[in-house]
Every structure is written in C-alpha cells, then in structure tokens.
C-alpha cells in the first residue's frame, strides 16, 4: 500500500485527482469507480478545473458510483446521482449514457443489485475504485459486520451513519434509513483502489482500518488484502499511521 500524506485539503485533492487522471490518460476508456461525501469533492473539482483547460477526457470513461439511498429519486438534492451530476458530471465531457449509479426508487432491489453486479461484469470489471470512508470504518455502505463475500446489496445504514449523513439533509429523521451499495466483493475485484480521508475525525478509523487487524467490525480493514491500493489523507487524518511508524510518503 501506498500511502501519501498532504498538508491540506487542498493538497489532498489535487494529489487524488492526479492518479485518477492518470488512469484516464493511461486508458481512455476505463472503468472509474466513483465515490460520493464531502471528501471527494475536492478531487472532482480538480479534475473539472484540469477538463476544462483542455488537460483531460472523459468522452470513453465509464463509471459506476458505490452506493445511492433508497427511496430517493435521481432529482432529490440529497441523492448519490444529483451529487454526482451537480459535482462532475454536469462539467466534464463523459456520455450521460456511460455514467451508472443505482436506482434508488427501484421496485425490486434484489433486481436492482442482482442487475448491477451484471453491469459491473459486463463493463469488464472496475480499473480504478475511489473510496471515502465513514467515521466508523465503513466503505460505500458497507457497515461494521457486513460479510466481506457480499456483492451489491440492501443495506440498513447504522445510527452511527445516519448522524454523519444527517448534516447533509434538513434534519435527522429525513435521512434514509436504507440504502443499495455495492459489496465489500465489488470493491475487492477492482484493479487499483485510491481512498481518500481528511480531518480528525477520521483518524482513529484509519489508524483501525490500516494497523488494526482485518476484522468485518471495521469494513476498510480488508483493503489490507488488496495488492494495489493508495490511501491519500491529510495529516490530520493520518497521523495516527505516522506515530505507529508506517511509512508515509510526503
Ligand atoms: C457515506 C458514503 C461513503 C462515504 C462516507 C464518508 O456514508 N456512502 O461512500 O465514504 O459517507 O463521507 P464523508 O466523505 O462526507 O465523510
């Protein structure tokens, strides 16, 4: 694993959106794994702000994002699929047609998640994943003691999680209590994956997920057992791995 630390949020961003696009420049058409949060969106802006002086192309890209709420629609403010158009895809050259995130009002979720894996397959499988991670160690919306054999699946968010989403939306109990998301299996199969974390908060589940052992109770912990993942964080988020002595690239 490779590990860089950067001093600031912006920094972070930068240094993110720098191996995405290499990705994009390396394979034109690749498959992007998207991430949703407040984390990411510095990386999206960077990688606007290159698109727009001329430096990148998504015009081959095609993606899939991680996770979306159930029972919100494309359009609700709050879901995963308005984020991802008002955040990068309103502003970059990818075919509409190419971007995939699940359908939140589906009828069947089980068709949904079962039609989804399908998708991921069918794409040839994911090139580079991008990652959050939640204040108790989840990835996507894999919470603590989901089975690490799952695939794209119904989940129940934890308390834990509502809280942390809950300051995106009006109030608490506007929160989803359900969501689709892709499976610790999904996220596992993909070739290279990049996770990105910032601030305090994220400290101690970074420090679990990269020095504790691989347990389900901290979901990021199985990125241990995946031969190319990037963890880019800033210092605050990362200096609990510095203090254990993990090396960490500037
Ligand atoms: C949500 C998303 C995750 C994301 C996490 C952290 O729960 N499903 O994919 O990583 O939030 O979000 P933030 O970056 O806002 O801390």
Request: with cysteine; net charge negative.
């Amino acid at each position: 694993m490779r590990i860089y630390q950067a001093e600031t949020y912006q920094a972070m961003s930068r240094r993110a959106a720098n191996i995405i696009s290499a990705q994009v420049i390396y394979k034109p058409d690749c498959v992007l794994g998207l991430a949703t949060g407040g984390t990411p969106v510095g990386t999206y802006q960077q990688l606007v702000e290159w698109f727009q002086k001329g430096d990148l192309s998504f015009a081959e890209v095609r993606s899939v994002n991680l996770d979306e709420y159930l029972g919100l629609s494309p359009h609700h403010e709050q879901s995963y699929r308005y984020f991802m158009q008002t955040n990068l895809f309103d502003h970059i050259d990818i075919k509409p047609e190419n971007t995939h995130v699940l359908n939140g009002l589906a009828k069947d979720p089980a068709v949904e998640c079962a039609a989804y894996n399908k998708l991921i397959r069918d794409l040839g499988g994911i090139d580079l994943q991008l990652l959050g991670m939640g204040r108790n160690g989840h990835i996507a919306f894999n919470e603590p003691g989901d089975d690490f054999g799952l695939e794209t699946h119904l989940v129940s968010l934890t308390e834990n999680t509502i809280e942390a989403n809950a300051r995106f939306f009006a109030s608490r109990d506007e929160v989803p209590r359900h969501a689709l998301s892709m499976g610790i299996k999904n996220i596992m199969n993909a070739r290279r994956i990049l996770i990105v974390v910032n601030g305090e908060e994220k400290a101690e589940a970074v420090y679990q997920a990269f020095c504790g052992p691989v347990t389900k109770q901290v979901p990021a912990s199985v990125l241990q057992l995946h031969p190319n993942v990037t963890l880019v964080g800033d210092k605050a988020a990362l200096h609990k791995l510095a203090e254990a002595g993990e090396t960490v690239c500037g």
